[in-house]
């Protein structure tokens, strides 16, 4: 019975100190943020992953003051190497020799003031050589081309996409990664400049963020050469070069913002984009959690929208962590490969064995695994139905090496080479549509893939990115045309181009006023007629496709305009004064004219303007004519913006001849004695009839 109890006891033992088990209960949720940070479970972590000798991350409780922070450091005997400002009260410290990162562990935990104290992981670029001279096109990007290779339409459609957009330089994407050849004659223009760095060369601080002549990306990595412990040999000693001095930033940089349409190399999935090479894997590839939190903290600093990071590894990482969470608060994508697998080449299963940075939960992770051009998951490539977001392509992938090489007999694979198609894709969002946060162009990309039955049940979309589909889900409506009906109506129409809108929102302002919205029309709408506006003034318009991840931008190739016509006067009138006067009336209908022309004719003579009254204007007398003459008078409103009105109706009169008595005219049409209006000619004939009733009401007395 003894016996029993104690291998029951055992296996119990066993199978909670299994090393799959640990990482999972220790991996965070949504809810709680981080990993349960105690000794115990940091030391869990570091049997997954590799570290640093010699170095630590501690991160000291709010409201610890610098005195109590030096007094610990001082206490385990470690010295400080820099300390982020992303990421409040974190500090990267060199440990004593002697000690060990465990023993710096156990003895940090101790002290109350101290948050987490753990190793400085290493990161890995996650990439894979293979030597093919088959491929001489970008099939990723364009897979129906001569030079297709696999199945047509297993690319991301980028051709079309640059229909939308080929991105712009106002995008910012930080490349972190072992920094890029900034010289490459492919990557040159798109290199991002600090333009606050008034004299490169200076040794000033000039746009005060704390980096040197940081003029075009910065150099974290802290060794220039490690010795066999892993502790550092050779320090480095350069901060603002960032050249690539092992390939892999280079060739993730070239695939996604190469310049386009320049008759030189390949395209990228930009073609306008300002990357900033941020280095933060060294020669070797190896890249530390320190180094790589540093450069987070820099892209963010710089404004940058999508950080890139092809790059990975085990153990949980407290700093890694809230550095991409500090980079979430402040509005930035960060797109991870998913890893390649061991070293069987098999691909591993992320929910179960996160690889890092890829496997932390935050809102602000697209974690990317890779397909091959049959769009199959490939055999490397880790997954996660829960944790591994998306494809992309990820085999073949030709792009720029150092030195304006090319990889045409070194294709790159890996989940390295599919998070840039990610991040190019985010990007190309990013410029078209400006007005979203990040969390939006992320829905985006997830939402529009090309669900595949091959990743089915293997991450968490199902799909591999589709350029075109992203682009075009609410793409802007073209050829927006505003057209004034009447003075009142203004009549839209458009060319509806959007994918997947739920229908199309019309705003309006009139000149000098703000933007409101008035309408909102169904999907697949593509007209509408805007009615009760005011005369003479004009209209702008914008009309917006929109679904629940957001609407089409405002530019204003969208906007149109129009102007309103003048009403014109109403119920012209023409009364004859004199032999040499006529006096003209008419209503005012217009609010907005500047005055009245009144223009005149004679008999089958030619109408010419003789006269202008200013705004409000209901009357004109026209003097200086001929007796018992016919003249045809019409007047219309007029502004500087509307321009001309309709003509009233045309009316006429003749003036008096010479002993008549005062008349009036309106049609120009007359009755008993002279031209007469409705009022008095119905006036003259009731006085002409009067005696007859006279005459009938008395012979029906008698």
Not at 470 to 496: C, G, K, N, R, Y
Request: charged content about 15%; overall charge negative; aromatic content about 8%.
């Amino acid at each position: 019975m003894k016996k029993f109890l104690f291998l029951l006891v055992c296996f119990i033992l066993v199978a909670c100190g299994s090393e799959k088990t640990a990482q999972i209960s220790s991996e965070p949720s949504a809810k709680t943020g981080s990993a349960t940070m105690s000794a115990q479970s940091i030391m869990v972590q570091m049997d997954a992953g590799n570290y640093r000798e010699g170095e630590l991350l501690v991160r000291f409780k709010s409201g610890v003051v610098t005195s109590s922070a030096v007094k610990t450091h001082q206490t385990v005997g470690s010295s400080v190497i820099r300390r982020y400002t992303l990421v409040p009260n974190l500090e990267h410290v060199a440990l004593a020799k002697g000690i060990s990162v465990k023993e710096a562990i156990t003895a940090y935990m101790s002290d109350p003031n101290v948050e987490y104290a753990e190793p400085n992981y290493i990161r890995k670029a996650l990439f894979i050589v293979a030597n093919d001279t088959f491929f001489r096109d970008q099939w990723a990007l364009w897979n129906t081309g001569q030079y297709a290779y696999g199945t047509p339409g297993a690319d991301i459609k980028a051709t079309e996409a640059w229909e939308i957009s080929i991105g712009s330089p106002e995008i910012i994407i930080a490349i972190l990664d072992s920094g890029i050849d900034y010289t490459h004659n492919d990557l040159v223009w798109n290199i991002w400049r600090n333009l606050g760095e008034t004299n490169c060369l200076d040794g000033i601080d000039n746009d005060l963020n704390g980096y040197i002549d940081d003029c075009q990306g910065w150099d974290f990595t802290t060794c220039a050469q490690f010795n066999e412990s892993g502790s550092c040999a050779v320090a480095k000693t350069t901060d603002n070069d960032p050249m690539d001095d092992h390939g892999h930033g280079t060739h993730v940089a070239g695939i996604a913002g190469a310049k386009g349409h320049n008759s030189n190399g390949i395209a990228g999935v930009m073609w306008m984009v300002n990357m900033i090479p941020v280095k933060v894997l060294n020669a070797e590839g190896d890249g530390s959690d320190a180094d790589i939190a540093a450069g987070i903290q820099y892209a963010v600093t710089n404004r940058a929208k999508v950080i890139n990071m092809s790059f990975g590894g085990y153990g949980f990482s407290n700093t890694l962590y809230n550095a991409i969470s500090a980079a979430n608060n402040a509005g930035t994508l960060l797109v991870a490969a998913a890893g390649n697998g061991g070293d069987d080449g098999i691909g591993d299963n992320n929910d179960l064995l996160p690889v890092y940075p890829a496997g932390y939960n935050l809102p602000n992770i697209i974690s990317v695994a890779a397909t091959d051009q049959d769009d199959r998951r490939t055999p490397f490539t880790n997954f996660g139905p829960t944790t591994v977001d998306v494809a992309a392509p990820g085999v073949y992938i030709l792009s720029t090496l150092p030195q304006n090489r090319y990889s045409d007999k070194e294709f790159g694979s890996g989940t390295s080479m599919a998070a840039p198609h990610v991040s190019g894709l985010a990007g190309l969002l990013s410029a078209y549509y400006s007005h979203l946060s990040h969390l939006s162009i992320r829905n985006m990309v997830l939402r529009y893939v090309d669900v595949l039955p091959t990743l089915n049940g293997w991450i968490l979309t199902a799909g591999r990115i589709n350029s075109f589909k992203a682009m075009s889900s609410l793409w802007a409506p073209t050829d927006f045309v505003a057209t004034p009906m009447s003075p009142s109506q203004i009549s839209l129409a458009w060319t509806e181009r959007a994918t997947d809108e739920h229908g199309y929102r019309i705003e309006r302002k009139a000149e000098g006023g703000s933007y409101a919205l008035i309408i909102t029309l169904a999907a697949n709408a593509n007209s509408f007629a805007d009615g009760g506006l005011a005369d003479g003034t004009r209209y702008f318009y914008r009309a917006k496709a929109y679904n629940d991840l957001g609407d089409s931008p405002s530019y204003l190739t969208n906007e149109t305009s129009a102007i309103t016509p003048l009403s014109p006067p109403a119920n012209l009138h023409a009364s004859a004064l004199s032999t040499s006067e006529i006096r003209l009336s008419w209503h005012d209908d217009s609010g907005a004219e500047a005055g009245y022309k009144i223009e005149r004719r004679v008999s089958n003579g030619t109408f010419i303007e003789i006269a202008q009254v200013g705004q409000n204007a209901t009357t004109f007398t026209d003097s200086g004519l001929s007796a018992g003459t016919g003249y045809w008078y019409r007047v219309r409103a007029f502004s500087a913006l509307a321009g001309n009105s309709a003509y009233s109706e045309e009316v006429s009169v003749k003036t008096l001849s010479t002993g008549s008595r005062r008349s009036g005219g309106g049609g120009g049409g007359c009755a008993i004695g002279a031209p007469q209006n409705s009022q008095t000619a119905a006036a003259d004939l009731a006085l002409l009839l009067s005696p007859l009733v006279l005459i009938a009401f008395m012979r029906r007395r008698r």
